[in-house]
């Protein structure tokens, strides 16, 4: 037997390292916290939206993908009023209560951009939640009212209190998930919904659903819908001030946290050009009774 100087053994010694590295790693997961451990034990695997064709593609499913890139004209054809499509989906090890926060451009500059939150197949009614998602997590969605959001937020040709621009309250105006049951949506927190002398700076506008997850392991998906905003119509803030009206580059759509801990850089972006001012002839109009696939 080989034995060291102190007089314990080679073998004596590896066990006495596994032990000392084991302790370590059970003081390093305490110490991570339960909003970074629920992390690690969550494995990403989709934050994408709909790309739907470009004009005078009359599409009403994603026959693009559902995609991270950005939506331009030359892949996508929306329009003010619209409902672009937005899909998270995480494979979840650990049961019980779980949160997703993310955030939107409401505004950019004086223009508003996505001025709220709507369900995902609002305007894109044909669109298949599990393409390009194997295996794509069924049973009986779970829904939850989005709530009115109740900032002021100019500028505005009538009223700037952001409810009155929303797709009304209903089967237009849900949160969709499949592998776990949604508990809360909560309203919306504005960063910067004043326009200090006119001069508007970018909003973004943040919200957290919490879900609950029961057995595990579950594949578990999110389903909203960005509602691009409107200038002229029921929901229109006003000429020149909808998101068709957005000049230069494109705006934004992030997820920031999972169970409180940082996701990373995860944005789906949309050019304004890939966003008509009025809703063009050849393509499908929003309605107010939405599918769910």
């Not at 709909?50 to 890139?69: E, L, Q, R």
């Not at 002021?152 to 797709?167: K, L, R, Y």
């Not at 579950?218 to 001030?241: D, E, K």
């Not at 063009?280 to 107010?288: G, H, L, Q, R």
Request: aromatic letters at 6%.
């Amino acid at each position: 037997m080989n034995v060291n100087p102190a007089g314990r053994s080679r073998r004596t010694l590896r066990v006495m390292a596994i032990a000392a590295l084991t302790f370590g790693l059970i003081i390093g997961w305490v110490a991570l916290g339960p909003a970074a451990r629920h992390a690690l034990a969550t494995s990403i695997v989709d934050f994408s939206q709909c790309s739907n064709n470009a004009f005078p593609s009359t599409a009403t499913d994603c026959p693009g993908g559902w995609i991270n890139g950005i939506l331009n004209p030359n892949n996508s054809h929306y329009a003010e009023d619209n409902v672009i499509p937005q899909r998270w989906v995480l494979d979840i090890t650990t049961a019980g209560s779980h949160t997703i926060t993310f955030r939107y451009q409401a505004r950019k500059g004086n223009i508003h951009a996505y001025d709220s939150l709507a369900t995902w197949n609002y305007t894109q009614v044909t669109a298949d939640r599990c393409q390009g998602i194997a295996p794509c997590p069924g049973g009986a969605a779970s829904t939850f009212a989005i709530p009115d959001d109740p900032q002021v937020v100019p500028p505005a040709a009538g009223s700037a209190v952001t409810s009155v621009h929303m797709i009304p309250a209903g089967a237009g105006r849900q949160a969709t998930m499949y592998g776990a049951t949604i508990t809360g949506v909560s309203v919306p927190v504005h960063d910067s919904p004043t326009c200090p002398g006119g001069n508007c700076s970018d909003d973004y506008a943040t919200v957290t659903v919490t879900f609950n997850v029961g057995a595990v392991p579950s594949r578990v998906m999110l389903l909203l819908g960005g509602h691009a905003a409107a200038s002229s119509g029921p929901r229109g803030w006003g000429p020149g001030l909808g998101a068709g009206n957005i000049s230069g580059g494109p705006y934004h759509f992030k997820w920031d946290l999972l169970d409180g801990a940082s996701v990373g850089n995860r944005d789906n972006q949309i050019q304004s050009g890939a966003i008509a001012t009025e809703t063009p002839t050849a393509t499908n109009t929003p309605t107010d009774t939405p599918t769910n696939t």
